[in-house]
């Protein structure tokens, strides 16, 4: 147990809709980062919040959006789903100073 | 080049043996690297992380790390069936302030009982 939750921990969309997944930190960890992991690939880097601002994001284009709120939660949040979107999505939460990161146990996202 | 590679899979070992699970980098500034472990529908968990050059050991498992070739490998002593699952190689990469893993494809591995 890594002490990080993620809501929901399934969900199926349609081509086209929005969604917003939710993360909780681990208590004093006030950097979150959200990774999307296809089947059969490794977690590709989406972004990273801290002091709710995004300071890194990796290659994914600008309808995935983020948050980060004062008490260290976040949200990812995915316009105009597509196909491709369906996947693994992690949340790892650390601290500023701190290389390891802990993960929360995923939300699993079906794109029909 | 992928930034990180790992050796394919799957790989099959039996009960008791060791397994020898390999991974390699291209980011030369690299300083921290990771092991985690993923079972089948579940997130990864972190076994072993690694900063400097040679051998660290936790219990059953050795991380390897040789930075001059950019490798870095995990031994599993006396495998177990519930070692069975994809493990996950990462390097930190620092992209502007951020600390960004990035992660191998994840070696399968079976042990076989």
């Known amino acids: 147990e890594t002490g990080v939750t993620q809501s929901p921990t399934h969900l199926i969309k349609t081509r086209g809709q929005q969604v917003t997944l939710r993360c909780s930190s681990q208590?004093?960890?006030?950097?979150v980062s959200w990774y999307q992991q296809a089947l059969g690939q490794g977690p590709q880097f989406i972004f990273q919040?801290?002091?709710?601002?995004?300071?890194g994001r990796g290659n994914f284009p600008p309808r995935f959006s983020g948050l980060q709120f004062p008490n260290y939660s976040s949200e990812l949040n995915v316009n105009a789903l597509e196909l491709d979107d369906s996947a693994l999505y992690l949340c790892?939460?650390?601290?500023?100073?701190?290389?390891?990161?802990?993960f929360g146990p995923g939300t699993r996202l079906l794109v029909l | 080049q992928k930034e990180v590679e790992q050796n394919s899979g799957p790989l099959s070992v039996p009960e008791g043996a060791i397994a020898s699970l390999n991974c390699t980098y291209s980011?030369?500034?690299?300083?921290?690297f990771f092991w985690y472990r993923q079972y089948s529908g579940k997130s990864p968990e972190l076994i072993m992380s690694?900063?400097?050059?040679g051998d660290k050991e936790d219990g059953r498992f050795t991380a390897q790390l040789n930075k001059a070739s950019q490798y870095v490998s995990l031994l599993i002593r006396d495998s177990q069936p519930s070692d069975s699952a994809t493990y996950l190689c990462?390097?930190?990469?620092?992209?502007?302030?951020?600390?960004?893993?990035?992660f191998g494809s994840g070696t399968q591995l079976t042990v076989l009982p």
């Open positions: 790892a939460t650390t601290t500023r100073n701190q290389e390891t990161q802990y």
């Open positions: 208590s004093g960890h006030n950097t």
């Open positions: 919040y801290y002091r709710e601002e995004e300071n």
């Open positions: 980011d030369r500034v690299s300083q921290s």
């Open positions: 690694i900063y400097s050059n």
């Open positions: 990462a390097v930190v990469l620092m992209d502007g302030s951020a600390r960004q893993l990035t």
